[in-house]
């Protein structure tokens, strides 16, 4: 191909003059597109090729709402035989005290001496294998995670095919997981609590298309659907086990504590686009939009803002806003007019109706040294502030403790947390 | 109707395009005009630890999950 073109050059430019700079022009872009896709940076552009070989070790911390969450991460991948690259993820998760909507459903003794606090644990870990053949990719996970009252396992699947000049890749995943959902008491299984079983499944569909060189642009859908595999007559286990809701009674407190009911199956469907642009002066813009419906009434949108820039040779600087809010699912109420006020029953204040404001600023920074056995190394530290404003959930804490308030007339409750990450990144 | 319609436009463009009205549509950019799109900075998901780890802290704080690049792995953490 190349060697036609350079015949086919060399008889044009001893003809006419005026033709030279046309065929010099599309001899040039072909040399250079030749020695571009020879050296694989631009064969590499969407799919159809392996991810990159690294290591990755994160630390994260979640500070808000009186939790702290905290722990390492790590992440390695290899190829194999140019075809196969395989993937290992260890992530831990240590919880320092319950939500403030799981810990206050506890009595108000417990609150106010602080003897409902608690810890625990999460494990995940995961493995994944990629293979690719010509255009096409496939790939398999498995991925469980353990709590000391929540196991599961989830399965993975997916296939992407790129086409049209690699300017388009189309993709379709399922994953299926098993949960068992437990109950503690005082930090050990509960022997009343009968284990109840969900299940799990997702459906995904991904197009992802080079609108410009410079733009990029994703969709995403997804469906999911979790259901419970062995209830009994007022079992409930897409819930937690632990919160309860509360009503309006006549005892001394003006109302009590009963267990969350929700339905046996959840529906979610959630449409996403993103898209993202090259700016000059290697930077970049990017946007999301997303959508999310449920068959508990609740809808959800989300946007965010991401802005990319090189600062100095080996310096990233990242800045992102976020925005994000969502309506109640139906059967939430943050106080109930009087027990069994209605068939499901929930005061999980992630299905109340909410709005949130997201603030992120990140750097990496790319190691000058070698380091032995590494092609590339850098260091990252990402840092986001969220803060949420709950519409109708209120701040049970401070009618606790400070008293005055009637029932259901507390005040609003908002949360402000922090999202730090360190990691360091090492491609070989 | 609509289907009808739908199968008259059909027919038309097919009709069109096999006398060579309409020419197909190629990739308008070149492997060569791709250098901007492959930098790292234009990655959805640049380090894939990370993103999984914010996208994780989010789905435990909102009632809306998915369509956002991550896989789920599944939590019980509501």
């Known amino acids: ?428 | 109707m609509n289907l009808k319609r739908v199968s008259f436009g059909l027919l038309l463009l097919g009709t069109l395009s096999a006398c060579g009205y309409i020419k197909p549509i190629k990739p308008w950019v070149k492997p060569y005009e791709r250098q901007n799109i492959a930098d790292p900075i234009m990655s959805f998901s640049r380090d894939p630890i990370s993103d999984s780890y914010l996208s994780h802290v989010r789905d435990a704080r909102e009632g809306a999950s998915g369509a956002d690049g991550g896989a789920g792995g599944g939590c019980g953490c509501n």
């Not at chain 1, 872009?29 to 030749?34: E, K, S």
């Not at chain 1, 959840?266 to 002066?281: C, E, F, K, Q, W």
């Not at chain 1, 925005?323 to 068939?343: E, G």
């Not at chain 1, 260091?379 to 009637?406: L, Q, T």
């Open chain 1, 1 to 428: 191909m190349v060697q036609m073109a350079v015949q086919e050059a060399v008889v044009v430019v001893t003809n006419k003059s005026k033709k030279i700079k046309l065929v010099y022009g599309w001899l040039r872009a072909l040399v250079i597109g030749a020695a571009i896709m020879a050296s694989g940076s631009i064969v590499s552009v969407r799919a159809t090729v392996l991810p990159d070989e690294r290591v990755d070790l994160l630390g994260h911390v979640y500070d808000g709402g009186g939790i702290q969450v905290s722990g390492p991460s790590v992440l390695v991948r290899k190829n194999f035989g140019g075809v196969v690259s395989v993937s290992g993820h260890y992530y831990v998760d240590m919880v320092s005290s319950a939500s403030i909507d799981v810990q206050y459903s506890k009595s108000a003794q417990d609150l106010i001496s602080g003897a409902s606090k608690y810890s625990e644990e999460r494990l995940e870990k995961n493995i994944s294998v990629e293979y690719i053949h010509d255009r096409s990719t496939f790939n398999l996970g498995y991925t469980t995670s353990e709590e000391n009252d929540y196991n599961a396992k989830t399965y993975n699947f997916g296939v992407s095919q790129a086409f049209f000049g690699d300017l388009t890749t189309l993709s379709f995943g399922l994953g299926f997981g098993q949960d068992q959902v437990g109950k503690n008491q005082n930090g050990k299984p509960d022997p009343a609590f009968r284990v109840l079983e969900k299940d799990r499944r997702k459906y995904t569909l991904g197009l992802s298309q080079i609108i410009t060189k410079n733009l990029i642009a994703d969709l995403s859908i997804d469906a999911g659907s979790d259901h419970c595999t062995n209830p009994l007559e007022n079992d409930s286990c897409l819930n937690n086990p632990q919160r309860q809701v509360r009503y309006v009674s006549n005892s001394a407190k003006g109302f009590d504590w009963q267990a969350e009911k929700y339905p046996l199956t959840h529906n979610t469907d959630a449409i996403g686009l993103r898209a993202i642009y090259h700016l000059p002066y290697r930077a970049s813009i990017r946007a999301d939009i997303r959508r999310f419906t449920d068959n508990w009434g609740v809808e959800a949108k989300n946007a965010e803002l991401r802005y990319t820039q090189e600062v100095y040779k080996d310096v990233l600087v990242e800045v992102k806003y976020r925005v994000y809010s969502q309506t109640a699912a139906d059967f939430y109420s943050d106080l109930f007019p009087y027990r069994n006020a209605q068939d499901f029953l929930a005061r999980d204040k992630e299905l109340s109706q909410f709005s949130s404001q997201s603030i992120g600023l990140g750097v990496t920074y790319k190691m000058p040294w070698a380091i032995p056995g590494f092609d590339k190394s850098t260091a990252n530290f990402y840092w986001d502030h969220m803060k949420i404003d709950y519409d109708n959930f209120h701040d049970f804490n401070n009618f606790m403790k400070e008293g005055g308030f009637e029932e259901g007339d507390e005040n609003l409750y908002s949360l402000d947390a922090d999202v730090l990450r360190f990691y360091l990144s090492f491609w070989f």
